[in-house]
């Protein structure tokens, strides 16, 4: 079983830099592909990105390609979250999760998720 432990997220300015962290204690970690999903209040789980098994493969909603990037690091069990340019509207929880398959955009599709991480971004 995959414990996923998120780091990082607060509160900026827009325009403004974050990193998230996400790092799972299990040892299956390069095994998974992982992805990162934000739910505002009273909205279903939105998809950011995702990032293959081996770092290269990556895939991101429109409304951040850009400006987010999606990277791992097997050997220290992390994912990460580079956001840059943030605007008001990126304000949400933060969610890392794991999933067997591909790179996959539906909730559904993953397994073991971080405990949420909130990012607030004030214009």
């Known amino acids: 079983q995959e414990q996923l432990v998120q780091s990082g997220g607060g509160s900026v300015q827009a325009g403004d830099s974050l990193t998230l962290s996400c790092t799972a204690s299990g040892r299956s970690f390069s095994t998974y592909s992982v992805g990162w999903f934000r739910q505002r209040p009273s909205v279903d789980p939105e998809f950011v990105a995702a990032?293959?098994?081996?770092?290269?493969?990556?895939d991101y909603v429109d409304s951040v390609e850009g400006r987010f990037t999606i990277s791992r690091d097997n050997a220290k069990n992390t994912v990460y979250l580079q956001m840059n340019s943030l605007r008001p509207e990126d304000t949400a929880v933060y969610y890392c999760?794991?999933?067997?398959?591909?790179?996959?955009?539906?909730?559904?599709?993953?397994?073991?998720w971080g405990q949420g991480t909130q990012v607030t971004v004030s214009s």
């Open positions: 999760a794991t999933s067997l398959f591909g790179l996959m955009r539906r909730p559904e599709d993953y397994r073991y």
């Open positions: 990032v293959g098994r081996n770092g290269v493969t990556t």
